[in-house]
T-cell receptor, first 116, second 110 residues
Framework: EPEVTQTPSHQVTQMGQEVILRCVPISNHLYFYWYRQILGQKVEFLVSFYNNEISEKSEIFDDQFSVERPDGSNFTLKIRSTKLEDSAMYFC??????????????FGPGTRLTVL | QKEVEQNSGPLSVPEGAIASLNCTYSDRGSQSFFWYRQYSGKSPELIMFIYSNGDKEDGRFTAQLNKASQYVSLLIRDSQPSDSATYLCAFYTGGFKTIFGAGTRLFVKA
């Protein structure tokens, strides 16, 4: 069964460093998303991406964040200068279509980011 | 601010009982509603979606939607210990964004 994959599973970095989180969405999916979940808190939407551009982003997704689809398979989230509060689980998701009333997203296993 | 409200729990039910999980949402424009299951340390897994008023059944799961009351629920029949997890209610507004609730922890006692 096709699945979303994410690497690495755990990333430890120093405050102020840049990190790139990688995702391989399901191959025939066209819509891609990043979410984060701080330990013990809710899943929060960061950004959605379609047709090589950002479709929507949340207030969390400020200038230190960027997303890219560098080739036909990978979808990346870059955090330029990490802060302690960026420590969280980051989930990538993808969906096949964006109908008027239905949007089933499939989640990857997540990358746990720890900022020291 | 579009919000989803859920009782954080824990909701504890004996094995074989019906577990009832509830959720309210603030955005009347919401079009689709989802129930995800999340085991500790794992990613959310979609178990049900509903976008029409009424009930939708899938195996042991029944989702109920009442758009007038802005209320969605999930019933789990014949609850099993393996159903013990956090259940996330989410809604999709028709844009490119899904809003999640904080989740209800369910514990099924063997």
């Amino acid at each position: 069964e096709p699945e979303v994959t994410q690497t690495p599973s755990h990333q430890v970095t120093q405050m102020g460093q840049e990190v790139i989180l990688r995702c391989v969405p399901i191959s025939n999916h066209l819509y891609f998303y990043w979410y984060r979940q701080i330990l013990g808190q809710k899943v929060e939407f960061l950004v959605s991406f379609y047709n090589n551009e950002i479709s929507e982003k949340s207030e969390i997704f400020d200038d230190q964040f960027s997303v890219e689809r560098p080739d036909g398979s990978n979808f990346t989230l870059k955090i330029r200068s990490t802060k302690l509060e960026d420590s969280a689980m980051y989930f990538c998701a993808s969906s096949e279509q964006l109908g008027l009333s239905y949007n089933e997203q499939f989640f990857g296993p997540g990358t746990r980011l720890t900022v020291l | 601010q579009k919000e989803v409200e859920q009782n954080s729990g824990p909701l504890s039910v004996p094995e074989g009982a019906i577990a009832s999980l509830n959720c309210t949402y603030s955005d009347r424009g919401s079009q689709s509603f989802f129930w995800y299951r999340q085991y500790s340390g794992k990613s959310p897994e979609l178990i049900m979606f509903i976008y029409s008023n009424g009930d939708k059944e899938d195996g042991r799961f029944t989702a109920q939607l009442n758009k007038a009351s802005q209320y969605v629920s999930l019933l789990i029949r014949d609850s099993q210990p393996s159903d013990s997890a956090t259940y996330l209610c989410a809604f999709y507004t028709g844009g490119f964004k899904t809003i999640f609730g904080a989740g209800t922890r369910l514990f099924v006692k063997a």
